[in-house]
């Protein structure tokens, strides 16, 4: 094919509502994209922005939750499976709760990234980076974006964009700068990875 026509596919796993993944898929949404390919949302909750919206622009979806599997090797399985069978070419995790076992990191090496709410190497292994910044009186913090291996919160950096914290600010006045920020930093990260695989 063409590299001037190549779309690259993308897959967003989400296990909340997804935030994130609503948002960068509305931002495509309004711009057309020349690599980009949006193929495939994964969720877990049935209340989900991301599937919903991806829905509403014929983005194809998938609900796959773990509770529904004898134990966390089908279910890795099971998602490995249906990535390969769509041939995606990078996985992004958004809000997804999960650790990615070897089995998803051998088939898709140095090609799944993920969104962490605190820059590296700060307030790692924690589901809640945002209230420990706040906790331990930080000034800066924000958002860190890396390619994961097979250890927790760690990897290679992509990108990395700091959040002023107010004195004043709350998790409630602090969490939509993170909203803001991240529909950024996903945007760069995306295009970087693109320009990466059509250059090899």
């Known amino acids: 094919m063409n590299i001037e026509n190549r779309k690259i ?3 967003f796993l989400c ?3 997804g935030k994130n993944a ?3 898929i509305e931002l495509y949404a309004q711009q057309k994209q020349v690599h980009t390919q949006i193929s495939l949302v994964i969720y877990e909750q049935e209340s989900c922005g991301a599937a919903e919206i991806a829905t509403k622009n014929n983005i194809e979806t998938l609900f796959l939750s773990k509770t529904n599997y004898e134990n966390n090797r089908a279910y890795q399985q099971k998602l490995c499976d249906e990535l390969k069978k769509r041939k995606i070419d990078f996985i992004f995790l958004l809000g997804f709760q999960h650790i990615i076992k070897e089995k998803i990191l051998s088939a898709f090496p ?3 990234i993920n969104i962490h709410p605190s820059l590296f190497p700060s307030f790692l292994g924690t589901k809640t980076a945002i209230q420990d910044a706040l906790d331990y009186g ?3 913090t924000g958002i860190t974006t890396h390619i994961i291996d097979d250890k927790i919160d760690y990897g290679t950096i992509l990108f990395q964009s700091a959040i002023e914290v107010e004195e004043n600010d709350t998790f409630e006045s602090l969490y939509p700068k993170f909203s803001k920020e991240g529909v950024v930093i996903i945007h760069r990260t995306m295009q970087h990875m693109n320009a990466t695989l059509l250059k090899s």
């Open 22 to 24: 609503h948002d960068i």
């Open 110 to 112: 140095n090609r799944i």
């Open 15 to 17: 296990s909340f509502w």
């Open 9 to 11: 596919k993308w897959a």
């Open 138 to 140: 930080v000034k800066i």
